[in-house]
């Protein structure tokens, strides 16, 4: 009979969070390391990383901390020199500059493209690779809920969350027959550092929390019981998908409550 109990048992996996050192990544890296992995904590921000590290080897995890620059191809290689292989990866660093796009300057455009797409691409490829070869892993990019819908000043960054949703759907089509899953994540509003502009304007903030179902924004931790179910053998069969973890934000499309007649 099946084991149902060890479909997320994550023991004796490695995973690489890059941008472990806050919000999302450190919530993924948290919550992969409860279920059991080995987790490699790579971040720009390396004094957050060893943070995050700290706190799974705290619990009795098992952690390891790492520069990682995902815009640099050579950062990327010399970071998964010292790793081994890699079972599970995790790719949430992204950036965003609200501005309309008649107000973009080509450098703001190349750098919103160059960490949000290049990047995501160069970390996946590169360890897409070695997960090919040996027949087995899993992939987890982070997209967002601007892949679908999008309002003034969001143009390039939802371009990017976009993109990356086809980018990953080729690959998982690609890679399918060769043991690798390759999935992405679409959160809603989350209080993240990314996001920290908006909580210092109140009325922005809260219009944000009143357009999703629930009312008010996520915390990181709420997105890790979406990475550790992709990462685990409960998604054995999930592939070439985005799993929307956004409060129901799409479903309702932030639209009030009309006054319709009672039955």
């Given at each position: 009979m099946f084991d149902?109990?060890s479909?997320f048992?994550?023991?004796g996996r490695?995973?690489?969070v890059?941008?472990?050192g806050s919000?999302i990544g450190?919530?993924?890296?948290l919550?992969?390391?409860?279920h059991?992995?080995r ?13 995050t ?8 995890g ?14 990327i290689?010399?970071?998964l020199e ?6 599970i990866?995790v790719s949430?660093?992204?950036?965003n ?6 107000d973009?300057t ?8 160059h960490?949000?797409l290049k990047?995501a ?5 590169a360890v897409?690779?070695g ?11 982070f997209s967002?809920?601007r ?11 939802a371009?990017t ?11 998982a089509?690609?890679l399918?027959?060769k043991?690798v ?8 509003v989350?209080?993240?550092p ?10 922005w ?7 999703n179902?629930f009312?008010?924004?996520?915390q ?14 409960a ?7 985005i ?11 932030g639209?009030f409550?009309p006054p319709?007649?009672?039955?």
């Amino acid at each position: 009979m099946f084991d149902y109990r060890s479909l997320f048992d994550l023991t004796g996996r490695s995973a690489l969070v890059v941008g472990a050192g806050s919000g999302i990544g450190q919530a993924s890296a948290l919550g992969l390391a409860a279920h059991g992995a080995r987790v490699y904590c790579a971040d720009i921000n390396l004094a957050g990383a060893e943070e995050t590290a700290a706190a799974i080897r705290t619990h009795d995890g098992e952690a390891e901390t790492l520069f990682m620059d995902i815009t640099d191809p050579e950062s990327i290689a010399q970071g998964l020199e010292g790793i081994g292989a890699v079972d599970i990866l995790v790719s949430t660093p992204s950036i965003n500059v609200r501005k309309p796009l008649l107000d973009y300057t080509p450098e703001e455009f190349d750098r919103v493209i160059h960490l949000n797409l290049k990047g995501a691409f160069q970390v996946v490829q590169a360890v897409a690779r070695g997960m090919a070869e040996r027949g087995r892993g899993s992939i987890i990019v982070f997209s967002s809920i601007r892949s679908q819908v999008v309002e003034p000043g969001q143009g390039v960054y939802a371009a990017t969350k976009a993109g990356v949703v086809q980018m990953m759907r080729a690959l998982a089509a690609e890679l399918a027959p060769k043991g690798v899953r390759v999935n992405l994540i679409g959160p809603g509003v989350v209080e993240t550092p990314l996001t920290e502009q908006i909580k210092q304007h109140p009325e922005w903030y809260d219009a944000y929390a009143q357009r999703n179902a629930f009312g008010r924004w996520a915390q990181p931790h709420e997105m890790a019981g979406a990475v550790v179910y992709l990462a685990s053998d409960a998604s054995s069969y999930v592939t070439g998908t985005i799993l929307f973890v956004d409060g129901g934000w799409l479903a309702i499309d932030g639209r009030f409550e009309p006054p319709l007649p009672s039955s």
